[in-house]
């Protein structure tokens, strides 16, 4: 009993083991099989030249498919997707086929070798089992055959019979069926054999043709067994089978019938000649073979193709570059190739002279590498740049020496300086000398010319170039024109055409010249610093003047400068124009004065005429010339008067101290339903960088509402200050204190008589009521509805309608809030977080006291 149990129990122990043993053997043989049975592959579906030809092909690579629209040309091909090459995307060495030559011709799907139909059958043509032969007699009797082949290689005749056609050519064909067909059609004569003496001629041509079976094997992308037409050749199934693969070869193709190989195919001769040889029609049962590649090359660099090559034996050096690779690019170095070889070891390097090329023999694994010529390197280049006429290279040939170079330029400029012509040579170790040559020694053959080698460089310096660039300095109340480096500045000014007279601009294709030289190089600038530009009324003179600095001209007189300068403006002062000089005496007695620079001081002719009257001055280098304002000159100032007035608009003063109260007389005096007391000046102001900073913070501290106080721009440095003054009392009393004098741009604002009082803020209800002269502060408040819990009450304020601000007061207890007057705004404030974070505290504490006063009255009355 226990041994049929054990015999159980290794009994469904080898159970197990066995179908574990199948299963793994089933998966193993499922993923060999294909690999195993590639070659003989079942046949495919054929291929019809409208519809897809499909043949089997490994795991994960899809057979190559063709499809057309009847035109010849490929609308589909499988192997190229998106104009991508899809066996590229599957196979790892995808980056090697863009390297190896004619491998893009099978991927290219603009081309597409399908066999031509439509062409007249060869005479050489192989009859076989599923051709169809056409027969038609014409003459004095007519007749048509349609005939068949059929398995055994016959053809039915009617009134004949049968007639063996099957493996004779096409010419025979012919013959054999006229020579049966003239038994019953008696004279009958073959189509273009010559005349007839019955006029009676037979047809024969070829209709449907078979398909045939050809086997492609061994190293190309689909090798299995296709199904082709019988005019197919051997080109046309290699396109199919996706060409060879990486590993085959492009120079020896076999084809192999009836176990024989009965020729070899090159594709190097359609690749390089355009010619196909030995492209054989194709047989049943024809076998197409591709082997591996045996020999490869690899060309690189200046070569108009370089590529990885196949060669076959005794191919040569020269052949490779010249025939493979197109032959050297234009900016090769064609003395030597350097050839990288193997060894049975290492690696070595072959230096081979292009003269030899032709016998120097190939070797597999060769890496041929084409140098170009070194850049920027001449064997015989001059160069001669600085102040000649035709800067630029010149040939050594052409100008062997110094001389010859300078008269090959076209000559020395005008302002050459040639006691020192500098010559920069490279020297044989690399490293550059420098020459020094003075020309006119040359020239009096106190020297000899100097003998020019390659890659010389000729310096000729300018005479300007060695001297300082000489200016002179024009200050003051001149006519030039100047554009404000201060971009936000509206009244920015443009630059003057009358920097230059007609008789002074030069040549447009010279301009650019002139100012490397020097010459027409125009500096304008305002006199004073745009930062230290102030809005006073008695600084306007002193803003306006302009800077000028031009090049110094000998015999420059301070007229000819002004006349540079545009003129001189009616607000010049011409009795009075001083020159500041520099010292240039260096002597101990002004080192111990400490004498800075000389002052000249004379006046000019208004007219700058050349006449007794005008001014013999000479000007020197860095002259500066100052046209100072005259003392009577004055520039209009303007006030505007706005608002409730008789006659409101812009008036000009009369007098420096003019008064409100002579403007608003002037004006017409008030309306009646103006209100004095509300009355403002506002007077433009230039803000420091602090005040903006700190006006914005105590906006923003103040959540201030009141539309009485806003900035028009807040990155603007200028703003109206608003200043309240009382109508009332200033013209009752005219030159008193409240009468103050007024200032250009001044603006004198009188509102209407408003009855409101507004009030903003932290309060319940922010609204505008009725002035009612009984009402005091807290009035106002209660009609907003009440304080609320942010409010800061101790902060409010009143602003009036003049502008004035007042605000609230406290002492110990007590508080004193504003006069409210008609117009006014209340505001109160927003308390500050450290406030709220107090009364937040004391309303914890007070509460929590509360509860604890009322717990304790709780327990006493509990124990009562």
Known sequence: ???????????????????????????????????????????????????????????????????????????????????????????????????????????????????????????????????????????????????????????????IGNVHVGGLTIQEVKRKIVSKLSKIFLGLKSEGSGASATNLYASITLGNIRQINVLVQGEVENPGIYTVPSLAKAMNLLYLAGGPTTQGTFRKIELIRNNKVIGTIDLYDYLLGGILKNDFTLEDRDILKVGLYQNRINIIGKIKRPMLYEFVENETLEKAINLFGGGFSEDAYTANVKITRFTNKERK????????????????????????????????????????????????????????????????????????????RLKNDNTFENLAVNYNDLLSKKSEDINLKREDEIFVSGIDNLKENFTVTIHGEINTKIESKNKSDKTSKSISSKLQTASEKIDENKFEENNKNGENNLNTENEINSNLISEESNNKLLERQNKLTIPFINNMTVEDLILKAGGLRESANLGIVEIVRRNKSFTEDNLIQNKIGEIFKFSINKDLNLDQNASKFKLEPFDEVFIRSSSTYQIQQFVTVKGEIKYPGVYGLEIKDEKISSLITRAGNPTLIANLEGASLLRKRKKSDFERS????????????????????????????????????????????????????????????????????????????????????????????????????????????????????????????????????????????????????????????TSLISLYLLVQATTK
């Open 1 to 159: 009993m226990q041994s049929n149990q054990k015999f159980k129990k290794v009994n469904r122990f080898f159970t197990i083991l066995s179908i574990l043993f199948f299963t793994v053997s089933a998966k193993i043989y499922s993923q060999v099989l294909p690999y195993s049975m590639n070659n003989l592959s079942p046949v495919g579906n054929g291929l019809n030249l409208n519809n897809t030809l499909q043949n089997p092909t490994k795991p994960n690579v899809k057979p190559r498919e063709l499809s057309n629209n009847g035109t010849g040309k490929p609308i589909k091909d499988s192997l190229t997707i998106s104009g991508k090459n899809y066996i590229s995307e599957v196979n790892p060495k995808d980056t090697l086929q863009k390297y190896i030559f004619g491998k893009s011709i099978f991927t290219n799907k603009n081309l597409y070798f399908e066999p031509n139909l439509k062409i007249a059958t060869p005479s050489n043509y192989i009859v076989g089992p599923d051709d169809e032969l056409i027969v038609d007699i014409y003459g004095y009797s007519e007749d048509h055959y349609t005939l068949s082949v059929n398995a055994e290689g016959t053809v039915k005749i009617p009134k």
């Open 694 to 849: 700190l006006r914005e913070d105590q906006l923003n501290n103040l959540n201030n509402s009141s539309s009485q106080i806003k900035s028009n721009d807040k990155n603007n440095s200028i703003e109206f200050e608003k200043i309240g003054i009382d109508l009332n009392n200033l013209l009752k009393n005219p030159g008193g204190v409240d009468d103050l004098t007024v200032e250009d741009g001044d603006v004198i604002d009188i509102p209407i008589l408003k009855q409101t009082v507004k009030i903003s803020g932290e309060v319940i209800h922010p609204t505008t009521v009725a002035y009612k002269s009984n009402f005091n502060f807290k009035d106002y408040i209660n009609h907003s509805g009440g304080f609320t819990q942010k409010s800061a009450r101790k902060r409010a304020y009143v602003i009036y309608a003049n502008g004035n601000i007042d605000r609230a007061r406290s002492f110990l207890i007590f508080k004193s809030y504003p006069k409210i007057k008609p117009g006014s705004e209340i505001i109160i404030p927003t308390m500050t977080k450290n406030a709220q974070q107090v009364a937040s505290m004391v309303n914890i504490y007070t509460g929590t006291i």
């Open 349 to 424: 390097v072959l230096d081979v002279n292009t003269e030899l090329s032709g016998s120097f023999l190939l070797k597999a694994g060769d890496q041929i590498s084409i140098e170009g010529i070194t850049e920027n390197r001449y064997e015989n280049r001059l160069n001669i740049f600085g102040e000649v006429w035709r800067p630029g290279y010149y040939s050594l040939e052409n100008c062997p020496t110094l001389l010859s170079l300078i008269s090959k330029s076209g000559g020395f400029k005008e302002n050459a300086f040639t006691s020192r012509i500098l010559i920069k």
